[in-house]
């Protein structure tokens, strides 16, 4: 997965809720034991949590940079929380173009959104990083990034919904970076009315006045862990 050998015109691989045909990752997807983690870091151990998507991002030898984004802005629910869990599919080495985080970027404002509608950039991707932070009064040189360079195959990282974090260039000649991302919210989460405006969610609420009274399906929104 992630890599045929090819090494001309490599482009990522993203397949997203992966727990609807496969078994194994449903189970991963679906723990328990990763609810009540996510509950606790996030406060939400008396609403309990929900699994809003999964994604694979499989990254080819060659492949483009990811662009400094933010996770939240793509999930309209209320209320707008999110949290995400990234396992690591690969030991993650620094060739590889591990996930980076901004440090202490999910406490800027929302004065950019932070959704790139262009995810793999040839120059890096820090245009809206870079943005946010000047609108926060950072000064460029003084962001801070920390890189998961180092978490081995099987290791998680967790990461507020409105961190900005993207990943470099993978330098390998051989090697494809992998990883499986899983998004979270409460448990009581609504659909906003922008959710009619978004290709991932439109399904859900098509030809709805009131989408806040749409109840999400569990199949495709299981809760994962619940107070009760």
Known sequence: LGFSGNLHNVKVMQVINVHKCDNLFRAVATSSSLGRIVAELAGWTEVGVRLAQDQVWAKPPGAAPLAFHRDAPYFMFDPPHVVTVWIALDDMEEELGPLEYAKGSHKWGEGRVGSANVF???????????SAAEREGIPIESIEIESMAGLRAGSISIHDGRTWHGSKKNRSKCRPRRGL??????????FTQDASKSRLWKSYVEGVDDVSRVELPEEDFPVVWDPA
Do not use: I, K, T
């Open 181 to 190: 991302g899983l998004h979270f919210v409460p448990r009581p989460v609504q």
């Open 120 to 130: 793999f950039e040839a120059d890096g991707g820090n245009a809206l990083l870079h």
